[in-house]
Structure formats: C-alpha cells, structure tokens
C-alpha cells in the first residue's frame, strides 16, 4: 500500500518557467491538500479538494493552479515561477467529512532560482 | 478562514522532564484538532488528535486537553526521551475540510 506519492521529490526551476506537482493516493479518500511548508512559517494550505470535481482555495493560493483529475489524483501547477515559491511542497489526503487522520506525501522540494 | 496560533516555537527539555506546546484556534465551527511530529527530512505523521466533544485523550505519554470555551488546545508529553526530538505541528479543521496549520514547535530533548 504506497499510501500518498508525490513527483518529483526534487526540483530546480529558472524563475519564469512552469510545472507541475503530481499527487496520487490509494486509499480511497476523498479530500485532497497542497501545502507549503517554509521555515518557521509551519504548513500554509494553498488549495484543497474536498472531493472530486471541486477545489477551494486555502490560505496561501496566489501563483498556483490546480487540477482534480479524478478520485485519485490531484496536481498543483506553478505556470511562471518566482523565487518566493521556493519551498517544500506536501500533498495529503483524507476521509471526506470526517475527522480523521491526513496522510502526507514524502515532499517535493523546490528551488526557484 | 481558520487561524492556529502555536507556542513556543522552540523547546528544549532534558530527558524524563515534560514538554507541553500550545495552541489556539479562531473558528469556533472547528471540531477536529489533531497533532503531526516531523523528524528531519520526513513527512508530518499524526501521534495523536481530539474531537470537540472530548475535553482530554491519553495515549501512553502523550496526552492532548481541548478547551472549547477558550479556544485552545495543548499536548503534553511526558518521560521525554531523545527520540521526541522534532517538530511537531497542532491543526485545526471542521470535518477535515480547510485544514489549517500552526507554525510548529522544535522540540529538543537532550540526554
């Protein structure tokens, strides 16, 4: 059971250039997160998906885009990267509507140079 | 949306002494307030949550007490031994939708 796996673990993008963050998880959940987490700052949410076919905007969404591409997966897209999104990214996942548990990727780290 | 406040942002503990970190919340809708310790390098893993309508929840040293009235909620560690060293980050969220995070404590606890 991998759980939640993100791609790539690593990054280097010039500033001005685009990608996108691929999030996939297999136990069946329907909420989705994308956080960024910076020293000292904790995790900011920057969008969620409550199930899919939905997101919403969490606390820290501009610069970003993202897809619900079906139950499964969940992508975050940078279309012109700045160094201020310099960060490590995790995606998680839970049960919709119930308290329970999030399960975190194994992060992506990326610089913005 | 919701905003968590944690204190302190670093702790230092000698080992067997107790650490305890806190936590405040604004949304009063909050009902589900869990706790994630992240070693060096590695993903956030839950070690403990509350629901609102439970006051206190004890699993072996770890404890975490809720305080709707007040908005707070705060974990306690108890025995620390080395192998507590990390971060470790409070959240707070209605039904696990808009999941919001604190700052983080590092919590160091030296032999």
């Known amino acids: 059971n991998a759980g939640v796996t993100q791609t790539p673990k690593f990054q280097v993008l010039k500033t001005g250039q685009s990608m996108t963050l691929q999030c996939a998880q297999d136990m069946n959940h329907n909420s989705m997160y994308w956080y960024r987490q910076d020293p000292g700052m904790g995790l900011r949410l920057i969008y969620y998906?409550?199930?899919?076919?939905?997101?919403d905007k969490g606390e820290v969404p501009n610069g970003y885009n993202v897809s619900r591409l079906n139950k499964r997966e969940f992508s975050l897209r940078l279309e012109s990267a700045a160094p201020s999104q310099t960060s490590v990214y995790f995606c998680a996942s839970s049960e919709a509507d119930r308290n329970t548990e999030a399960f975190f990727g194994q992060g992506t780290r990326l610089t913005v140079v | 949306g919701e905003n968590v406040e944690q204190h302190p942002s670093t702790l230092s503990v000698q080992e067997g002494d107790s650490a305890v970190i806190k936590c405040t919340y604004s949304?009063?809708?909050?009902?589900?307030f869990p706790w994630y310790k992240q070693e060096l390098g590695k993903r956030p893993q839950l070690i403990i949550d509350i629901r609102s309508n439970v006051g206190e929840k004890k699993d072996q040293r770890i404890a975490v007490t809720l305080n709707k009235t007040a908005k707070h909620f705060s974990l306690h560690i108890t025995e620390t031994q080395p192998e507590d060293s990390a971060v470790y980050f409070c959240?707070?969220?209605?039904?696990?939708?808009?999941?919001?995070f604190g700052a983080g404590t590092r919590l160091t606890v030296k032999p």
């Open positions: 998906s409550a199930s899919e076919g939905t997101t």
């Open positions: 949304d009063s809708a909050s009902n589900y």
């Open positions: 959240a707070a969220s209605f039904f696990n939708n808009d999941m919001r």
